[in-house]
């Protein structure tokens, strides 16, 4: 069975800091992995894709590291702003079928 | 381009009716998920369509649950009878093969 741990559950910095977000996975064999951002109210919105082939993946402040052979990933966000405050997921991936954990809710203060 | 579009936004009814959801995916996106979200838990896959044909419908409560897919395009999920339990915000995602999916803003159902 596929499960998704997402370490921590809750996070709650000030505004500028950097941080980190870390997702373990019980199936080591990763295809890919993406993650999300899901808004209060709102659907799920892709952050960063990193394909098999990939270690890692950045796209402006937010960059997202694969290790395959110990099943973790990391996203790392610098100079956090108010406007990150969501819940951030990275669900396990098995083909196009993904297993979905608690997520890390974040919230940054001004 | 237009996004991953999904109606009711917001649906409450009284236990033991039914209820319908409608998803319309991204245009020429061949794979479409339909994802129960309860309160404080990650997505789950319910159903997942490969045009108009069922991928994966292993974790989708038959009994209750049923999800088509006719043409290729549109889907409709559709609960009958609904229980408490399916309280929850119904997901809709689609995607081009088996590359990022892209979600809809979900169906919020509450069962009273």
């Known amino acids: 069975k596929q499960e998704v741990t997402q370490i921590p559950a809750a996070l709650s910095v000030p505004e500028g800091e950097n941080l980190v977000l870390n997702c373990s996975f019980t199936?080591?064999?990763?295809?890919?992995l993406q993650w999300f951002r899901q808004d209060p109210g709102k659907g799920l919105t892709s952050l960063l894709l990193?394909?098999?082939?990939?270690r890692e993946q950045t796209s402006g402040r937010l960059n997202a590291s694969l290790d395959k052979s110990s099943g973790r990933s990391t996203l790392y966000i610098a100079a956090s702003q108010p406007g990150d405050s969501a819940t951030y997921l990275c669900?396990?991936?098995?083909?196009?079928?993904?297993?979905f954990g608690e997520g890390t809710q974040l919230t940054v203060n001004p | 381009e237009a996004g991953v579009a999904q109606s009711p936004r917001y649906k409450i009814i009284e236990k033991r009716q039914s209820v319908a959801f409608w998803c319309n995916p991204i245009?020429?996106?061949?794979?479409l998920y339909w994802y129960q979200q309860i309160l404080g838990q990650g997505p789950k896959l319910l159903i997942q369509?490969?045009?108009?044909?069922?991928?994966?419908d292993s974790q989708l409560p038959k009994d209750r649950f049923s999800a088509e897919r006719l043409k290729g395009v549109d889907s409709t999920l559709k609960i009958q009878p609904a229980k408490l339990e399916d309280s929850a915000v119904y997901l809709c995602?689609?995607?081009?093969?088996?590359?990022?999916?892209?979600f809809g803003p979900g169906t919020r159902l509450l069962v009273l």
């Open positions: 669900p396990e991936t098995s083909g196009s079928r993904l297993t």
């Open positions: 245009s020429g996106h061949a794979t």
């Open positions: 990193i394909q098999s082939s990939q």
């Open positions: 369509f490969q045009n108009n044909g069922v991928v994966d």
């Open positions: 995602a689609s995607s081009f093969l088996q590359e990022t999916q892209y």
């Open positions: 199936d080591s064999a990763i295809y890919n």
